[in-house]
């Protein structure tokens, strides 16, 4: 027969096992299982408390537009704005200190300007020599940033260099006209040989967004050329086209500074 006297107390000690134990003030709970096991239970989540965790974190943006967006949304009187034109960026702490109260200092929002595509690849042949044919090659790649000579002409010489990669380059000369003039002989199956002239010109200018969603700005490149062999290899020199993407960030600065009331420092916040 079951002894049915002890059923209060053993039902009274398997409550006070049961019961949760604060081990940190605020809601970090100790509870025993019905299995024997120790769980850690945490209240201090705002699911439990109803207060929302605070903002922290880093937010990358790429352009100036973006950067306005996120910072009109977040930013506070103490929000503080830095600039370095060296590494081309713009920093945001936006719950920096205030005269008056300390901040966290890690919720930032920061635009780090990305080069476009052709730009890169306009800085990645600058001041190299390469065969005729990827000259020509990159020249025809290109021409929506061609400006003058306009791209029609320079597809022209593109082709026109295209077709002498097979000539043997005899000389060079500068007209006055400001173009380079090289003469070659070219062996034909018709014949000896048939003479011929390529000219092009000394400088051209170029148009490029140096970032992404940025204006394009225009660059002067001067032709280069070296003849040895027989063989002409061509290339161009960008005239300072890190000073140039300077001033675009300096442009882009701009549009940040108009677009919020906060003076932007010129540094790296801490």
Do not use: C
Not at 18 to 31: D, F, R, S, T
Not at 138 to 154: Q, S
Not at 201 to 210: D, R
Not at 223 to 238: C, I, N
């Amino acid at each position: 027969m079951t002894n049915t006297d002890n059923v209060p107390a053993i039902t009274a000690l398997a409550q006070q096992a049961l019961a949760p134990k604060e081990v940190q003030p605020g809601g970090i709970y100790l509870v025993a299982t019905a299995s024997g096991h120790i769980e850690r239970v945490d209240l201090t989540g705002p699911e439990h408390t109803g207060v929302i965790a605070r903002k922290r974190g880093t937010t990358v943006v790429r352009d100036a537009a973006s950067f306005l967006t996120y910072y009109g949304k977040h930013q506070d009187d103490a929000s503080e704005v830095y600039s370095d034109v060296e590494k081309l960026t713009v920093t945001a702490v936006l719950d920096a200190h205030a005269a008056d109260e300390a901040g966290f200092g890690e919720h930032r929002l920061h635009l780090a300007l990305r080069r476009t595509r052709a730009w890169q690849e306009w800085l990645d042949l600058d001041g190299k020599l390469v065969d005729q044919d990827r000259f020509a090659n990159f020249l025809e790649d290109h021409l929506p940033n061609l400006v003058d000579p306009d791209a029609a002409t320079m597809l022209e010489i593109a082709q026109s260099i295209k077709a002498t990669t097979k000539a043997q380059f005899q000389s060079s000369t500068r007209l006055q006209s400001g173009e380079r003039k090289f003469a070659y002989l070219e062996e034909t199956q018709a014949s000896a040989g048939g003479k011929g002239d390529l000219a092009i010109p000394e400088t051209f200018k170029i148009a490029v967004p140096p970032f992404e969603g940025a204006d394009a700005y225009s660059m002067t490149a001067r032709f280069k050329y070296r003849l040895g062999g027989g063989q002409l290899t061509l290339g161009f020199k960008l005239e300072q086209p890190e000073e140039r993407a300077k001033a675009a960030f300096a442009d882009v600065l701009g549009t940040v500074a108009e677009g919020i009331n906060t003076p932007i420092l010129n540094g790296t916040p801490a």
